[in-house]
């Protein structure tokens, strides 16, 4: 089992930056992938940006396109989300998830976002 502990979320101005932690514990052998997903509130889920396991590889979603930059430690078995230039549509709650081998995919509890305007 994994145990996923987002932090870093907040209060910003839009264009200013805040930087999100995923803190993994448990099996963490077992992590591959790790990445971010949000929802806002009356939307469904949506993907933010994944990091393959060796950090080598790195996947965004269109509307965060260099703006948003995800990275990992895996010495402290931690992935972090950089959010610079936000916006107020990227209020939402942050999910972190890491993908497990045979058990599938984890997920945080989440942490909230907001972008005043």
């Known amino acids: 089992q994994v145990q996923l502990v987002e932090s870093g979320g907040g209060l910003v101005q839009a264009g200013g930056s805040l930087r999100l932690s995923c803190a993994a514990s448990g099996r963490t052998s077992s992590m591959y992938d790790m990445g971010w997903y949000r929802q806002a509130p009356g939307k469904e889920r949506e993907f933010v940006a994944r990091i393959t396991r060796n950090g080598g590889s790195t996947y965004y979603t269109d509307s965060v396109k260099g703006r948003f930059t995800i990275s990992r430690d895996n010495a402290r078995n931690t992935a972090y989300l950089q959010m610079n230039s936000l916006k107020p549509e990227d209020t939402a709650i942050y999910y972190c998830?890491?993908?497990?081998?045979?058990?599938?995919?984890?997920w945080g509890q989440g942490t909230q976002v907001t972008v005043s305007s």
């Open positions: 998830y890491a993908e497990l081998l045979i058990v599938g995919r984890g």
